[in-house]
């Protein structure tokens, strides 16, 4: 394993200009288009102002598209989803290429083996400007997910897919999306498949209280032993939600769990710190009450996983369903709980 160089990572606070009130998919993509022109600016002058080593960019989440409102799932199909290899990809990658960095953002795909809906997922373009992962999104609540379709999409892409991890001269990455900091499996299993940075494409709340996802970051740090680089959004233009309601807190966590760095509002530059992957390693080697991965016994928590299952998977068999399908999947789910004894 080569000895990796210490460099600087920025969690960008961007905007995002929603495209919900625009009529068609080729107006939408004026602004996808108009959003990453802005974009090539803004980092090739973080670039300037940062220095040479900033070397890994993480963007908001759904920083190209907002997300649906009163759209139903095949509208926004037409409207806002991509495929990995779009041309918006090369555009991005070619910003890769001159800048020297890897960049991570979230986006809305589409999969030809899966016509009737979409995934959210999020990516990892290299400083050759190709995507070398592709992380779709495994838990959320109005999206579409590989566990809504887990039988098919095992046999397509096998178990391992499902938690993908890159092996990069900036050490091993991976993604995590938005509300997924609070559900500590996710990491966990990137984690368990040797992630030692975990890229956290957000929209959430601005608040002066400690919020749910902020306190989740530096636990998902502490258990993980892992970097977190956290970008949220500067703002939520053209969106139904008010403004400034996602805003500030991107975040660089150091894996012992305190904060190396947070922006405020606004659109913002400051979240970055340097990354020490070298520190981090010999930190994980070491024989210590504070090694928590080392010291995990998973054999304990694996049957209690397997003979507890409540919200269903293969909810999804290729036909578009209806957004109030979600809410009638979740009132099952806790019907379930509640005979189990759960609550």
């Not at 178990?159 to 991976?174: H, I």
């Not at 749910?212 to 703002?235: D, T, V």
């Not at 397997?306 to 109030?324: A, C, G, I, R, T």
Request: charged share 25%.
């Amino acid at each position: 394993m080569s000895k990796i160089t210490d460099y600087i990572a920025l969690a960008m606070q961007a905007p995002c200009y929603a495209v919900n009130k625009y009529p068609d998919r080729e107006a939408a993509r004026e602004v996808m288009d108009s959003t990453i022109t802005r974009l090539d600016k803004q980092i090739f002058g973080a670039k300037k102002f940062i220095g040479k080593h900033l070397r890994l960019i993480v963007l908001p989440e759904y920083f190209m598209t907002g997300f649906p409102t009163r759209e139903s799932i095949p509208e926004w199909m037409d409207k806002a989803c991509l495929t990995k290899d779009d041309p918006l990809f090369d555009k991005l990658g070619n910003i890769c290429k001159r800048e020297d960095i890897f960049l991570s953002g979230n986006y809305y795909e589409l999969d030809p083996n899966f016509p009737g809906f979409y995934f959210q997922s999020s990516f990892i373009l290299d400083n050759s400007g190709k995507m070398i992962l592709n992380y779709r999104r495994l838990n959320s609540m109005y999206s579409p997910t590989p566990h809504d379709v887990l039988d098919k999409y095992i046999k397509l892409y096998g178990y391992e897919s499902l938690f993908p991890v890159a092996d990069t001269e900036l050490g091993r990455l991976a993604c995590v999306a938005s509300e997924e900091i609070l559900y500590p499996e996710v990491s966990r299993c990137l984690m368990m498949r040797g992630a030692e940075v975990i890229l956290h494409s957000s929209s959430e709340v601005s608040s002066a209280l400690p919020s749910k996802k902020n306190i989740a970051k530096q636990a998902r740090a502490i258990e993980n032993m892992a970097y977190i680089i956290s970008a949220n959004s500067a703002g939520m233009y053209d969106s139904l939600v008010l403004r400034d309601s996602t805003d500030a807190h991107s975040q660089i966590v150091h894996y012992e769990g305190h904060l190396l760095c947070e922006a405020n509002a606004g659109e913002s530059v400051v979240a970055n710190a340097n990354i020490h992957i070298e520190a981090l390693r010999t930190y994980r080697s070491r024989v210590s009450m504070k090694n928590y991965i080392a010291r995990q016994r998973f054999e304990l928590y694996a049957n209690s996983y397997k003979n507890h299952s409540f919200y269903p998977s293969n909810q999804f068999k290729d036909e578009v369903l209806p957004k109030s399908a979600f809410n009638s999947i979740q009132g099952e789910t806790i019907d379930r709980l509640k005979e189990k004894g759960v609550i």
